[in-house]
């Protein structure tokens, strides 16, 4: 079983950064891959971006490429996603999620592993 905690979220300006974090236990990230994802206000969750169990292939959506950057360290099971150039679209709760395929996964029912969530909100 693995644990997934976000943290890293908040309120900023148009324009500015945030990097989110993700702290799983319980079982080794090693040999998962990982992905964030999110939900808007009144939408249905969106696929953000998904890194490979060895960190060596990413992919993200195309409304975030660019100014996400998705990163993983798996001596610390962590994951992370760099936020740049947010826009109030970005508005959302970000999840970050573990699948026990290995390569990069872009589809949210694939995911076994989901955390609480961490509200991001961008003001114009």
């Known amino acids: 079983q693995v644990q997934l905690v976000e943290s890293g979220g908040g309120l900023v300006q148009a324009g500015g950064s945030l990097r989110l974090s993700c702290a799983g236990s319980?079982?080794?990230?090693?040999?998962?891959?990982m992905g964030w994802f999110r939900q808007g206000p009144g939408k249905e969750r969106e696929f953000v971006a998904t890194i490979s169990w060895i960190g060596s292939n990413t992919t993200y959506a195309n409304s975030v490429k660019g100014r996400f950057t998705i990163s993983r360290d798996n001596t610390k099971n962590a994951l992370y996603l760099q936020m740049k150039s947010l826009k109030p679209e970005d508005t959302a709760v970000y999840y970050c999620?573990?699948?026990?395929?290995?390569?990069?996964?872009?589809?949210?029912?694939?995911?076994?592993?989901w955390g609480q969530g961490t509200q991001v909100t961008v003001s114009s």
């Open positions: 999620a573990a699948t026990t395929q290995r390569v990069v996964v872009t589809t949210a029912a694939a995911y076994e592993y």
């Open positions: 319980g079982r080794t990230f090693k040999g998962h891959a």
